[in-house]
DNA sequence: AACATTCCCAACCGCCCTACT
DNA sequence: GAGTAGGGCGGTTGGGAATGT
């Protein structure tokens, strides 16, 4: 079969951009059919003229329940990434799965923006990193933790695999077992404390390698921790990006900032009344956090 | 108010893997 | 075993919103 011919062929029929509430319907009517499966063939079926691709990026990302949106990445959240990146690098999909309600573009977006902040800061500042024309994008960025324990990963994951069956009974939605670090959400508006879910007891629980600060610094850090010292970088940090940082004096990281109600990490009215780390924590490097504070064992989640 | 910069995020692209024929 | 299709994943881009000057 010529394939270029036929895509050739049905190039024109195929509709890219941004996804119209009437496609998003249909989609989420195929997917209650038939399970998130088969995504080519809701165009072979003529119910849209989306790519599989796109049917299933669209699901995956936006149409799937219990997803977060518009919430911003909680410092817990935010944690789990930056010491799993450590851990396995730029695997999103992998890290996402430790995170409930979180794709792996979520998590890729936010270590983007992160790394973006980081390198602005770093150019601000003046360091010889600085003259690197292209700090922004690490591409094929090496892991900076090589001889890091293997984590046991969850069962669940962000990808379609385990919804293929939870669909097939909607009943099953209600008790899909969440990977969480907090309370999470339930569809049905009340709030589950995971432990109290019979899945999960069987579900061993991804733990957060508590990582060597000694032998897991990446240059990156050891620049960025010599400089700390340095007066004029730390004016740099707390004035040019963050100046919430002026008050570090008072900094605590405090009560975890998710709101078990909304499931979000709460609002900048809701955490005045201490510092977020968010902020900090985007400053710095991955590695940096594991002076700061040791991660919780997984038995204190 | 206007413009510039930065942030955020949705979506696409290309590569790779796997299952199927 | 080779070819093909479908799906998964990481990287990248583009546009709108938010923020700063």
């Not at 960025?141 to 009974?169: G, R």
């Not at 939605?173 to 339930?186: C, D, F, G, Q, W």
Request: glycine share 6%; aromatic share 8%; charged share 25%.
């Amino acid at each position: 079969m010529n394939i270029r011919k036929m895509e050739g062929f049905k190039k024109e029929e195929i509709r890219k951009g941004p996804w119209k509430a009437e496609e998003d319907e249909v989609l989420m009517k195929h997917v209650k059919k038939y399970g998130p499966r088969d995504w080519s063939s809701i165009r072979s079926k003529g119910l849209l003229q989306r790519t599989g691709k796109s049917c299933r990026l669209r699901w995956v990302n936006k149409l799937r329940p219990n997803l977060k949106h518009g919430c911003k990445f909680s410092a817990e959240e935010e944690r789990v990434v930056i010491d799993l990146q450590a851990e396995f690098g730029n695997k999103w999909a992998r890290i996402a799965t430790y995170l409930p309600g979180r794709t792996d573009n979520d998590v890729k977006n936010f270590w983007s923006s992160r790394q973006k902040r980081l390198a602005r800061i770093l150019q601000t500042s003046g360091t010889p990193s600085s003259s690197n024309p292209k700090p922004q994008k690490n591409k094929n960025e090496v892991p900076v933790f090589q001889d890091v324990p293997t984590l046991e990963a969850p069962v669940f994951s962000s990808s379609m695999e385990e919804e293929s069956s939870y669909f097939d009974n909607p009943e099953q939605i209600r008790m899909m077992p969440l990977p969480s670090l907090v309370k999470t959400e339930l569809p049905d508006g009340g709030y589950a404390n995971l432990s109290q879910y019979e899945p999960l007891s069987t579900i061993p629980f991804p733990q957060i390698p508590q990582l060597q600060p000694d032998l897991l610094f990446s240059p990156e850090s050891h620049e960025l921790l010599a400089r700390l010292d340095d007066p004029y970088f730390l004016s740099v940090l707390g004035t040019a990006d963050t100046p919430e940082l002026g008050g570090a004096a008072q900094f605590s990281l405090g009560p975890p900032l998710f709101d078990p109600v909304s499931g979000c990490v709460n609002s900048a009215a809701d955490v005045a009344n201490h510092v977020t780390p968010d902020t900090l924590f985007d400053e710095f490097p991955s590695d940096m956090f594991d002076l700061i504070e040791p991660l919780p064992s997984p038995s204190d989640w």
